[in-house]
């Protein structure tokens, strides 16, 4: 179902004339005669629409931090934003003997006013003693929330003298919600402090078996890690580190001996990825572990990298019988689903990831896009070059990193490994766009506005994103598939996460719920309104 220009500007017409040239440019048609139509990004909300959007604590503390298991990460602020990344994203984390396990609690300084009026630190050292005597972490975090920022409260310092008097690594994170336009920031802020303060601080010189690989962007939501990690170690891979889903500071700290990055979740933890090849030599493959087609390809991908034999043949034999045990289930599923339409709108890649597991069902995606990419999210890494800094990208330092000289060396020549970047991903991912077909809507940062109206336009058959928009979608009469923390279901990635997608979203279909509902458009009189931008009436 194409979109034409013409409809899109019924849209446009009824937003005020500011919102209206802002907006234009975070909203596309692919048009197959634009090689790569460039789009917005990464720009600041316009204040007053509601957006699916965090902040940059969100994407530092929720995102990143938040799933090291082995870490008690601290909330210096009021108890709301502890609580607003709290288990919301159910990142799943194993337990056993001796590992440590703290991702089911939520650790805040829980400032009140006298704390805003006369200064937290001394709250915040002594919460960190607390931590220390009752729970002997393996390391610590502070992530600091607009309030900290705003009173001047040196959590670095903080930091600091905690790591002197206990003997264990103390981190702090300079990540208010208001340093960047979305919880990007926070991943970029998250990033830069593994790369300078843990990854290669642990003893390893050499990797401890063949076929080492770190799986970076993998936050194990409903258990996803572990599905893609038991397809790798079958095959014959080692992980080294899962950056962050399960993952812990101890195995972290020895990142830096991997023969090769894998990155998931491009937007998140490609700073961590181009660093460490800086530092540590490790070229980084774009992986896809969603729907069984993209899974097939970042396999075989990653055994035309490591060029050996016996991986390979073991590669396509775990191929071979995992689609024969699901491919019938799917098919299965897949008939329920045929010829039905999505809107795929989530943030990191998973707008794009899961274009092809839709697809793979017999459903079309006609409207995509994330809530905090940036520009080579959608065109492709080539257009870095050209994208120019503002004053919000000014916030996050700019960590410039060199190659250890004790630790750094090249995994491939860069002769062969510039003859595998025209096979594979190798430093690259090529973004959306390309992946889009022609008269289908991408959407930089959809507000409640546009997705109101793109649903009454398009009329999807079902609806995926995150946890704030689903229950407005669903009293539209629309099924919603949320791919923030996947509620109460998962995992969705790999073989079997396929079935587990291809189950629920043909469940959804099949629910008889929806004929109980009647959308809101459909009842007369309809409440309208005039938008007057002179204020004379």
Known sequence: MAVTE???????????????????????????????????????????????????????????????????????????????????????????????NFVNYSFSTDMQEKDIVFGGEKKLAAMIDEVVEILKPNAITISATCPVGLIGDDINAVAREAQKRHGIQVLAFSCEGYKGVSQSAGHHIANNSFVESVIGQGDMEEPPSKFSINLLGEYNIGGDGWEVERILKEIGYNVISVMTGDGSWEKMRNAHVAELNLVQCHRSINYIAEKIETKYGIPWLKVNFIGIEATIKSLRDMALYFDDPELTRKTEEVIAREVARVQPVIDQYAKICQNKTAFCFVGGSRGHHFQGLFRELGIETILAGY???????????????????????????????????????????????????????????????????????????????ETDEFIKLLKPDIFSSGIKDKYVVQKMGIPA?????????????????????????????????????????????????????????
């Not at 197959?32 to 530092?60: K, Q, S």
């Not at 120019?388 to 020549?413: G, Q």
């Open 6 to 100: 013409k409809e899109l500007e019924v849209l446009f017409a009824k937003m005020p004339s500011k919102v209206q040239k802002n907006r234009r440019k975070h909203i596309l048609i692919k048009n197959g005669e634009v090689e790569n139509p460039e789009i917005e990004a990464n720009t600041r909300t316009i204040p007053g629409i509601i957006t699916n959007r965090g902040c940059a604590y969100a994407g530092c503390k929720g995102v990143v931090l938040g799933p090291i298991k082995d870490m008690v990460h601290i909330t210096h602020g009021p108890i709301g934003c502890a609580y607003y990344t709290w288990g919301t994203r159910r990142n799943k984390a194993k337990t056993g003997e001796h590992v440590k």
């Open 371 to 449: 809530e905090f990419a940036h520009r080579d999210d959608y065109e492709g890494r080539a257009v870095i070059p050209s994208i120019k800094p503002d004053a919000d990208s000014k916030n996050i330092p700019d960590l410039h990193v060199e190659p250890d000289l004790k630790r750094f060396h090249l995994r491939m020549s860069p002769e062969k490994l510039e003859e595998l970047k025209k096979k594979i991903p190798i430093n690259d991912y090529p973004g959306m766009n390309i992946d889009m077909k022609e008269g289908h809507i991408i959407v930089d940062d959809l507000n409640h506005f």
């Open 481 to 537: 598939k949320q791919l923030h923390s996947y509620d109460y279901s998962g995992p969705y990635a790999g073989f079997n996460g396929a079935v587990n997608f291809a189950r629920d979203v043909s469940m959804g279909f099949a629910s008889p719920t929806w004929n109980f509902i009647t959308p809101p458009w459909q009842n007369t009189p309809v409440l309208t309104g005039e938008m007057n931008e002179g204020g004379d009436k």
